[in-house]
């Protein structure tokens, strides 16, 4: 069967890619043409553009990147038109793919499936509409999705498991690296390691970095491990670490969560990582407007919660210091509560084992695809 699969960004690609090598186990003859990244492009097929042509972010920059944009939209139905797939499958992405949705459903009879859900429950929640409307089957890999869609919108979806889980335990389960050789090969000291995950974006880090070192520096008997992001030079982060001793190596995160013994974390999937690895973390997310930023929490967006962690688990397991709580104070006195020997650390330990039970052992990638081939040939 014939594959068009469309990714925006970094992270869809390497889920994207998994998926395929998934749908060559259960279709050995599967055709693949997407858009999409590096790493789809090594399970093979034929890569229309490269999704970093896709990924602008935040309001300026796509409104200054608008003609591009809507030259790849009308590219890609085009594309998709004249290729004829058996099943178009859109990953996350939802500001380009719901419109690729919409197009598809309206001018052909080819079956939309979406893996990876929009995260609608959060915000724009209205978009379940066109979701309902033009999205055939919808995959997800977050389990308080189910009630959300099914109960909450009459929808039925897929629960598939999720990846990053997947991918954590794989990693766990190969490396062998002891914590001596990890540091020698790193140019580290042999103190504990504070993690820092500033986030994977310029932005993010700037926002974020210079806080967290600002607030762990003060815990001597540390060393700081700043998990450089692959897409971002040394010299980015250099900028910010100024005479704060902290180390920074680069595209190696889950190497230094698996020797850390705390870790300081920008909001997003990197959250979800940490606590899979079993790391006692403090969220911290810098906003602008802190003030109105925290009345909306409150009172417009739909989720209680900023972290996996916490969404899954329904309940404050992660301490989350945004807008007007991210204050070098809070970061260091919630750091101080889960270091060895405080009272925040082991209750935050045994918490983490609910979000192990809650994501389950599947296997994300697999599920989806056999759920997929099977739909296709009925």
């Known amino acids: 069967m014939k594959y068009y699969i469309i990714v925006g960004e970094a992270s869809g690609d390497l889920h994207a890619s998994r998926l395929m090598m998934s749908l060559k186990e259960y279709d050995p003859i599967a055709e693949f043409r997407f858009i ?49 797939p058996d099943v178009v499958i859109l990953v996350d992405y939802p500001g380009f793919n719901l419109n690729i949705a919409k197009y598809v459903k309206k001018n052909t009879r080819i079956p939309v499936y979406y893996y990876i859900s929009p995260k609608i429950w959060a915000w724009k929640e209205w978009r ?33 498991g999720n990846p990053t889980a997947e991918e954590v335990a794989s990693f766990r389960n190969r490396y062998t690296e002891s914590k001596d050789e990890f540091v020698s090969r790193n140019g580290l000291s042999d103190k504990p390691i504070i993690a820092i995950l500033a986030g994977s974006r310029k932005q993010e880090i700037k926002d974020n970095l210079p806080a967290m070192l600002e607030a762990a520096k003060h815990f001597e008997d540390y060393q700081l491990v700043i998990a450089g992001a692959p897409s971002i030079d040394n010299s980015f982060y250099l900028k910010y670490v100024g005479k704060t001793p902290a180390n920074i190596v680069k595209n190696e995160t889950y190497e230094i969560l698996s020797h850390s013994i705390a870790a300081l974390v920008t909001s997003g999937t990197a959250t979800l990582e940490t606590a899979l690895f079993n790391v006692p973390q403090v969220v911290c997310y810098k906003t602008p407007l802190p003030a109105l930023i925290r009345f909306a929490f409150n009172h417009l967006i739909n989720v209680k919660y900023i972290s996996l ?70």
């Open 36 to 84: 999409g990244g590096d790493l789809m492009s090594e399970v093979g097929g034929h890569r229309v553009r490269h999704c970093k042509d896709l990924a602008y972010m935040g309001f300026i920059p796509v409104l200054l990147h608008l003609p591009t944009i809507f030259r790849n939209m009308k590219m890609c139905k085009e594309d998709i038109v004249k290729w004829q």
């Open 128 to 160: 379940i509409r066109s979701i309902k409307r033009d999205v055939k089957e919808m995959f997800s890999i977050l389990p308080f999705e189910v009630p959300f869609y099914e109960k909450k919108h009459n929808y039925k979806i897929h629960y598939v």
């Open 309 to 378: 962690v916490n969404l899954i688990a329904d309940r404050e397991i992660v301490q989350e210091l945004l807008a007007d709580r991210f204050r070098v104070y809070n970061i260091a006195n919630e750091l101080y509560r889960i270091l060895p020997g405080q009272t925040g650390r082991e209750e935050m330990l045994q918490n983490y084992q609910l979000l192990h039970e809650r994501l389950g052992n599947q296997s994300a990638p697999d599920n989806a695809a056999k759920i997929m081939v099977n739909l296709l040939q009925l």
